[in-house]
Nanobody, 123 residues
Framework: QVQLVESGGGLVQAGDSLRLSCAAS????????MGWFRQAPGKEREFVAV????????YYADSVKGRFTISRDNAKNTVYLQMNSLKPEDTAVYYC????????????????WGQGTQVTVSS
């Protein structure tokens, strides 16, 4: 069992940066690939980024490539999403998720989800 708690969301202006954190419980955190997804009002949930259990393998959605960076600290049971050059279209609830057999870009592959943190980017 893995419990995930996101933090770091907020209201920012276009061009600003935010760093989201996702703290995980459980001693098996390091064996999970960790992903970030987001869901904007009226839209389906979409993949943002994923990092493999050991860290080196990362994948990004085209819409965030070059602006967002995913990383993890297994000693702290935490995964991060550094978001730079934010745009209004990045406005969404951001969720972290754990995938026992990842890394995957498909939400259906993930075993555990956090409650989400709101990111709002004003123009």
């Amino acid at each position: 069992q893995v419990q995930l708690v996101e933090s770091g969301g907020g209201l920012v202006q276009a061009g600003d940066s935010l760093r989201l954190s996702c703290a995980a419980s459980g001693r098996t955190f390091s064996s999970y690939a960790m992903g970030w997804f987001r869901q904007a009002p009226g839209k389906e949930r979409e993949f943002v980024a994923v990092i493999g259990w050991s860290g080196p393998r990362t994948y990004y959605a085209d819409s965030v490539k070059g602006r967002f960076t995913i990383s993890r600290d297994n000693a702290k049971n935490t995964v991060y999403l550094q978001m730079n050059s934010l745009k209004p279209e990045d406005t969404a609830v951001y969720y972290c998720a754990a995938d026992r057999y990842g890394p995957s870009t498909r939400g259906s592959e993930y075993d555990y989800w956090g409650q989400g943190t709101q990111v709002t980017v004003s123009s």
